[in-house]
């Protein structure tokens, strides 16, 4: 079972920050918290990931909590083409690099 | 960034015949592939680990037999579904994973069975 809990959908204006929250409790020492996506009928794209500090990349910046149970995916100017469903998953490192994928929010963005 | 391929994007069978997917990591050496399968509406399920050399690993309630896995190389991991019914009509997604960061994933393949 995922062990991240998303909104299942969002709004954001076209060129306004996209900020998507997500709660992980139940998160342990091992595990680091990922984003992707999945825009329509393509494979999941990788966005960022992150253990406890934030992270900040070409595409989005991520913030983590300092007690770690809870993370936001920034997309500081949204574009239509960021119209997505927007994946937050925690995995483990020493186990082996599975992903299990939880039901995301589908973030709408719009002119 | 790393690419994955899969072939083919889509594929139509009748009931009952057994249907292919590769999946191939372009520019880099992928020691595990994973595969998702994906129905309309809903998220990604893993169906099985794949490394290199070795046996799949199966998650609980896909049927090894009817999800063939082969990984003979380490570019290059095979899906195939064999005696293929509509409820296996899916989009079947791969990923490649080089055994430290990010997983890259194929783009899919969309199977209908008739």
């Known amino acids: 079972d995922a062990k991240t809990t998303q909104p299942p959908s969002m709004d954001c204006a076209e060129g306004r920050a996209a900020n998507l929250p997500c709660n992980h409790s139940?998160?342990?020492?091992?595990?680091?918290v990922y984003w992707y996506r999945q825009i329509h009928s393509q494979g999941p794209q990788y966005i960022i990931h992150g253990l406890k500090n934030n992270e900040t990349n070409e595409m989005a910046s991520l913030i983590i909590t300092e007690d770690r149970k809870s993370s936001t995916l920034i997309l500081p100017h949204a574009t239509l083409r960021d119209t997505a469903v927007y994946y937050c998953i925690v995995r483990d490192y020493n186990q082996g690099g599975k992903l299990i994928f939880g039901q995301g929010t589908e973030l709408s963005v719009k002119p | 960034g790393a690419v994955v391929s899969q072939h083919p994007s889509w594929v139509i069978c009748k009931s009952g015949t057994s249907v292919k997917i590769e999946c191939r990591s372009l520019?880099?050496?992928?020691?595990?592939m994973f595969w998702y399968r994906q129905f309309p509406k809903q998220s990604l399920m893993l169906m099985a680990t794949?490394?290199?050399?070795?046996?799949?690993?199966?998650e609980q309630g896909v049927e090894k037999d009817k999800f063939l896995i082969n990984h003979a190389s380490l570019t290059l991991s095979t899906l195939t579904v064999t005696s293929a019914h509509p409820e296996d009509s899916s989009f079947y997604i791969c990923?490649?994973?080089?055994?430290?960061?990010?997983?890259?994933f194929g783009p899919g393949t969309r199977l209908t069975v008739l």
């Open positions: 139940t998160i342990s020492g091992n595990e680091y």
């Open positions: 794949s490394n290199e050399g070795s046996k799949a690993t199966y």
């Open positions: 990923s490649a994973w080089t055994g430290v960061n990010e997983q890259f």
């Open positions: 520019d880099f050496q992928a020691t595990t």
